[in-house]
């Protein structure tokens, strides 16, 4: 029996213990953690990119670099999922802007309170997520994904909408806050 | 400088990495000093993965794993290399190599100590050669009964300087001795002169000057050979010598 198949057959295999037998070179503790979010960062880079070719690069560029420099991401700095959720989105805006990635996305420390290890977990704190994004008011709800998923800058957004800079600020803040208040009632 | 307010207004612009490349490093500068701001951030970057956990939707191809396990397969083994735990013998070869370099370098070391010694030693040798061929040439000068002996004294009474030279026709060497000379004026040398009995020109045989107490020694090894001296004289002359004597001479003997 393999180790990836051990990983998978075993939620209790935490995502710690995975990154630390990828530090010791296991390739199959890296397959194991592929098949744990290899979607959740395919489906975050399709949404930003809109091509799955382009999307499944992100995808084997962000895994290469967790096997390159599984130091990258330390199990003190957060979920590994929620990390990989938000890298995969800073990758591909990277890929929509056509600039070169940035250095810096180790400094991403992200908690959730989910968990998002386990698969079953997983699907029902996605699908609560998501409708926390669905009841948020129109007016926060595009600019905040205007400016996460397309990678619209604040200017081009209040250009976009026809509303003030101003206004487009407050309310991406104001929609994050709600999403967080939204997931904790 | 923008203060804390003006960061933290611009905070969401940061995690949704909206800032010129310029006004981010300013950003992290001033995030490695505030706590609050830091707190902040990780609040935005958690709703952003939330955000971001709400479009999972798409399974990627079923060929992607194949594909980053194929590229795992082509990396460089440095991961693998540097964690894994290595058995102890496997570092014997190493430990040897670090032991032989470090007794090579000991050697090297010695090496270098000794050809520094024997060098030192070998001047040694040819200065204590060279001293003693001088001590020779003294004493054959001053013993062989081939060597001539003049005694000079003042031409006048007061002071009375008093010379001994020693030649030796076959070397050529002179062997000259004095006291009581007096003291020399500024840039003036003694000057020792072979006259010969033939009537020629007076050879010069070497400058020297007196020490405080008015003695001086001189030897001249390689003065004129085979030479017949009627008298030998000093003279003073300007520093350097001179080829031919000045007047009037100091002393004299024959």
């Known amino acids: 029996m393999s180790s990836a198949t051990s990983a998978k057959d075993h939620p209790q295999v935490t995502d710690s213990m995975l990154i630390s037998r990828i530090r010791g070179g296991d390739q199959d503790a890296l397959a194991a953690l592929h098949d744990r979010y290899a ?11 809109g091509d799955t070719a382009q999307a499944e690069d992100i995808l084997q560029e962000i895994f290469l ?27 591909a805006i990277d890929q929509l802007r056509r600039r070169r990635p940035e250095l810096d996305i180790d400094d991403v420390i992200i908690w959730v309170d989910s968990d998002l290890e386990q698969t079953a977990d997983r699907n029902r704190a996605i699908a609560k997520i998501r409708s926390a994004v669905e009841q948020l008011p129109p007016e926060q709800r595009r600019p905040l994904e205007l400016a996460f998923f397309q990678g619209l800058t604040h200017s081009e957004i209040a250009a976009k909408t026809g509303e003030p800079l101003g206004t487009i600020k407050t309310r991406i803040r104001a929609a994050l806050a709600a999403l967080r208040k939204g997931l904790a009632a | 400088m923008r203060d804390h307010q003006q960061f933290a207004d611009d905070l969401a612009l940061y995690a949704l990495r909206e800032l010129p490349a310029s006004d981010a490093a300013e950003f992290r500068e001033h995030l490695k000093e505030c706590a609050g701001c830091r ?34 397969r082509t990396e460089p083994q440095r991961v693998r290399r540097v964690v894994m735990h290595r058995p102890w013998w496997s570092f014997v070869p190493t430990f040897a190599a670090v032991l032989l370099a470090i007794f090579g370098l000991m050697l090297w070391r010695e090496n270098t100590s000794l050809r520094n010694r024997l060098e030192a030693t070998q001047q040694r040798f040819e200065q204590q050669q060279g001293d003693l061929d001088r001590a020779r040439l003294v004493l054959d000068a001053l013993t062989s009964p081939e060597s001539s002996h003049f005694a000079l004294v003042s031409v006048k009474d007061q002071p009375v300087p008093e010379g001994k030279a020693s030649y030796m026709r076959k070397t050529g ?14 840039e003036k040398t003694y000057q020792l002169w072979l006259v010969p009995a033939s009537g020629t020109k007076p050879m010069p045989c070497g400058t020297f000057k007196p020490d405080t107490n008015g003695n001086a020694a001189m030897v001249t090894p390689y003065a ?31």
């Open chain 1, 65 to 91: 670099q967790l096997w390159r420099k599984p130091e990258t991401f330390d199990s003190n700095r957060g979920s590994l999922g929620a990390w990989l959720a938000v890298i995969a989105r800073h990758r």
């Open chain 2, 39 to 72: 707190r902040e951030l990780e609040e935005i970057n958690s709703q952003m993965a939330m955000l971001a956990l709400s479009s999972v939707a798409s399974a990627p191809p079923q060929r992607s794993r194949e594909r980053l396990l194929q590229a795992v």
């Open chain 1, 39 to 49: 979607q959740v960062v395919y489906s975050v880079a399709l949404r930003v990119l």
């Open chain 2, 224 to 254: 004129e050979k085979d030479a017949w001296p009627k008298m030998f004289a000093v003279t003073i002359e300007a520093d350097g010598g001179s080829q031919t004597p000045t007047m009037p001479l100091v002393m004299s003997g024959s």
């Open chain 2, 173 to 186: 060497t002179v062997v000259f001795t004095a006291q009581h000379l007096p003291p020399l004026p500024p």
